[in-house]
């Protein structure tokens, strides 16, 4: 495939409200997983979560949103980190049809939903927000904060979901279809998504540690982050030098659990292989792998076993950044992403933080300090419920 | 110990939407997972809330689940001995 | 190189009985409904007492349809399996938050959680075909099935897939209905209206699953080529006329060239007047409509995907969905569906 150029970034996460306080938390081994504040909830003293620390008021009052706006959190989160990739690539959006908008979230705007099932029905104070169950809207809020007329669409398959955006994006841009598109994904907590992982038992009572042999869990997080993938084309007409580059991709299902993955981890294995294939690169061509590493015994096993099937003796550096961030769900793949292009322009590898013994089944030891590193090419992998996995490469610029 | 082995088929059969089955279907011993009656692994979380919920048995660690859920045998003979609802 | 895009296989299971192979012989009247009901196809001849125990309807309805789907086009070996979807599996997520609010977040169990994400549907294909493909799901409002054919298109066009499984799906729940009752988005229980000649606002809720077997490969079972897709959340900068003509002329195409348009009117005020200055493009086309019969659910446009593939099948348009008289040969069908004059899709299909 022709490599598709990366013209900008956003993020916020529970490390930093932009790239650079992520990138400085990242090098600085700051995590940004503490009790859950904002949410009242049973669970609160039970659990940890890569919370983001600004309330809902604080956050409307960075996007200047009226008080009649309908944003959930989740769209403001989205909001925000998709303005910051815009102005990174200084792009404009008035009038540019060919400027497109491929957003993923899972949690939609659930998080109003839960707080108002029942007053919708009987107080019309809030109803406003009873459309964001129809989880497009969400999007739709962003997509018109910014003015984006192109093509627009969501994406929702689970923790894998902004690993899919990126993929449609960069297909969008390979047809011809877009000349620039804005992907990633947005997910804020949300009592759903923490009661619903708590009866799965696959929450940690303590930080996450991916990769550990006594690892407990996952921390559940909040964030979003956004890439601005552009053709070569539109880049030289507009005189810009591209940040990185998305050299391959590959999407594939495990097809073997609902919510497990198999034993030796089949899709990520195939994701990863075709990813590479894509990409026209070899195994031995990778030089840093942010994993997956939820820090489920499950995902790490098998996430781990695939590992191996692809690099044999040989795994290239890897470190999960969860134990930063927290799992993001839907906003995942889009945060590591810019964590890997942010370890491409910086050459240098993150921590895989919580780290302490090796796991008995293998032998693979993560990054557990910040490493500088000669690095060309970084594959980051995402895998979901439903057995959705997929596999981005990113690549250094003039590589 | 007999009442509540047809009080826990009744409840399988209801928790897990064994639609079509009956509590005669299941013998005691039979296996409920694997080749058995074959459940699952999102059963067995399932199960263990209705444990929590129906007779106040906390199952923390989710691979206990294995032994305690082998049978309606086991399972009622663990009700019998950690139960305080 | 590019290549062509074709429908090798259909399945439908909607209010009306598009399960049986028959194609609107007999139609299932819901005038004044308040929901239209699925019309149930034979589960237990499609899905396992195992498997179905923990499906909602979505999950069923379509495994029934991408059985069919997958049967008829005699297909095995997916490159993908690409589903669009409105609301989701919105019984599951309102199972469990019903259970988290009322039970104060004690006792909660698993299942609802795990079905109520949005990939269910295609992750339970891909579970029990062990298809270990591509497998997307996107969640955009009306504009979700579209959404899902583009992706699909530009795979089978670019050559990157041979063979692929698409749907569109949705599902309802009690209490999501009624909160668009509230909304004024859904007809109040009991409105009395003619859906063809309406005075009321808002639409009425449906339910279903359509799924289609696409490749490259032109076959004897194929029903049709899918020409092009487009959509846009709003049309800011352009009205529907503009929207529409620039999509025509980007396939060489005018106008008079459609033998049919076939129109999502919901029947609802408001905004089914944005469906009569589309319309006003062709005076020379078929005028049809389908959600009176099949009523709205936000991914209709894969139910009219269907309806456009029985039409070039048969080279017969049933009276029920014809505003005037329906011509005898078919051979482009332009499909325009928007909601509440938001996500406006374009689909075109060439009859082969």
């Known amino acids: 495939m022709a490599k598709i150029a990366i013209s900008g970034m956003g993020i916020v996460s529970s490390i930093g409200m932009n790239v650079e306080e992520n990138f400085n938390s990242l090098v600085q081994k700051r995590h940004g997983i503490s009790r859950l504040e904002h949410i009242e909830s049973k669970l609160n003293n039970s659990i940890f979560v890569g919370e983001i620390k600004l309330s809902n008021k604080e956050l409307e009052a960075q996007l200047g949103l009226d008080q009649a706006h309908n944003f959930s959190r989740t769209a403001m989160l989205g909001a925000i980190a998709a303005q910051q990739a815009l102005k990174s690539a200084e792009l404009t959006t008035e009038g540019d049809q060919l400027l497109g908008f ?23 104070e809030y109803q406003r927000f009873i459309e964001l169950q129809n989880t497009g809207v969400n999007s739709k809020n962003i997509s018109d904060f910014l003015g984006i007329c192109g093509i627009s669409t969501t994406i929702s398959t689970a923790c894998s979901s902004a690993a899919n955006a990126i993929i449609l994006g960069a297909r969008l841009i390979d047809s011809g279809r877009l000349e620039r598109v804005l992907v990633g994904g947005t997910d804020a907590l949300c009592k759903f998504t923490i009661n619903g992982f708590n009866t799965l038992m696959i929450l940690s009572d303590d930080l996450n540690a991916p990769f550990d042999n006594n690892r407990k869990g996952l921390n559940l997080g909040e964030g979003a982050a956004y890439l601005v993938l552009e053709s070569e084309k539109s880049l030289q007409n507009r005189g810009k030098q591209a940040i990185a580059y998305l050299s391959g991709y590959a999407n594939t299902n495990d097809a073997f659990h609902q919510t497990a993955s198999s034993e030796a981890g089949d899709g990520a294995y195939l994701a990863m292989q075709k990813a590479l294939k894509k990409a026209e690169l070899t195994p031995t061509q990778i030089d840093y ?14 996430e781990g076993r695939a590992l191996i099937r692809i690099f044999g003796d040989c795994v290239p550096d890897f470190s999960s950044t969860k134990a930063f961030t927290g799992h993001t769900l839907a906003a995942a793949a889009s945060i590591e992403a810019v964590f890997s292009i942010l370890a491409l322009q910086n050459q240098v590898i993150f921590p895989n933080l919580n780290f302490r013994e090796k796991m008995i089944e293998f032998d693979l030891v993560p990054v557990t300090a910040t490493q500088d590193a000669k690095l060309y090419h970084v594959l980051s992998n995402s895998f979901g419920f439903g057995g959705n996995c997929s596999s981005l490469i990113f690549s250094k610029h003039g590589e | 110990m007999e009442e509540l082995k047809i009080e826990l088929k009744n409840k399988l059969i209801t928790a897990l939407n064994l639609e079509g089955m009956t509590a005669d279907d299941i013998n005691d011993s039979d296996p409920l997972f694997g080749d058995g009656l074959g459940l699952d692994s999102i059963d067995a979380l399932e199960l263990i809330v209705m444990m929590d919920r129906d007779y106040g048995i906390k199952i923390i660690d989710p691979k206990d689940g294995k032994t305690i859920f082998l049978s309606i045998e086991t399972m009622a003979a663990y009700i019998e001995e950690h139960r305080n609802k | 190189m590019k290549g062509k895009c074709y429908i090798n296989g259909i399945g439908c299971v909607s209010p009306q009985k598009t399960h049986d192979g028959s194609f609107l012989e007999e139609v299932i009247d819901f005038r004044n409904a308040s929901v239209y009901e699925v019309s149930k196809p034979d589960y237990q001849k499609y899905i396992s007492p195992v498997s179905v125990r923990r499906m909602s309807s979505a999950v069923k309805n379509s495994i029934v349809a991408s059985s069919m789907a997958l049967d008829e086009a005699g297909v095995d070996d997916l490159d993908a399996i690409i589903t669009g979807t409105g609301f989701g599996c919105i019984q599951d997520s309102e199972k469990f938050l019903k259970g988290l609010i009322d039970h104060d977040e004690d006792f909660l169990t698993p299942t609802p959680f795990i079905q109520s994400t949005h990939n ?70 009991d409105t009395e209206f003619d859906y063809l000649d309406n005075k009321t606002e808002g639409c009425t809720s449906s339910e279903g699953s359509a799924f289609f077997v696409l490749s490259n490969e032109h076959m004897e079972e194929t029903y049709a080529e899918v020409v092009d897709v487009f959509f ?40 089914d007047v944005v469906y009569d200055d589309f319309s006003s493009l062709f005076p020379s086309s078929n005028q049809l409509v389908f959600k ?22 048969t080279q017969s348009i049933p009276k029920s969905l014809a505003l005037d008289v329906p ?11 928007q909601y509440r004059n938001s996500d406006h899709s374009l689909m075109l299909l060439k009859n082969v």
């Open chain 3, 327 to 337: 011509r005898s040969s078919v051979n482009y069908i332009l499909i325009y569906n």
């Open chain 3, 292 to 313: 009176h019969l099949f009523g709205e659910m936000l991914t209709a446009p894969a139910i009219a995907l269907w309806l456009s593939c029985k039409i070039f099948k």
């Open chain 1, 102 to 124: 491929v957003n993923s979230t899972s949690v939609g705007g659930m998080d109003m939903t839960e707080r108002f099932f029942y007053e919708f029905l009987i107080s019309d």
């Open chain 3, 120 to 189: 269910t549907v295609a992750g339970q294909i891909a579970l029990l075909r062990k298809c270990r493909a591509y497998n997307f799901t996107y969640v955009n409002g009306a504009n979700s099935f579209p959404s899902a054919l583009l992706d699909a298109l530009l795979q089978i066009t670019s050559m990157e897939a041979n063979t692929i499984l698409i749907g569109g799906v949705d599902e309802m729940a009690p209490h999501t209905r009624a909160l668009f009752q509230t909304l004024g988005q859904f007809k109040k229980n």
């Open chain 1, 289 to 302: 792998v942010n994993v997956h590493g939820t820090a489920t015994p499950n995902n790490d096993l098998s």
């Open chain 3, 232 to 271: 846009l959340n709003n049309l800011v900068s352009q009205d529907v006329k503009t929207f529409t003509i620039e999509f025509l002329t980007r396939n060489n195409l005018s106008p008079n060239e459609v033998d049919c348009v076939l129109l999502g009117k919901n029947g609802d005020l408001t905004f």
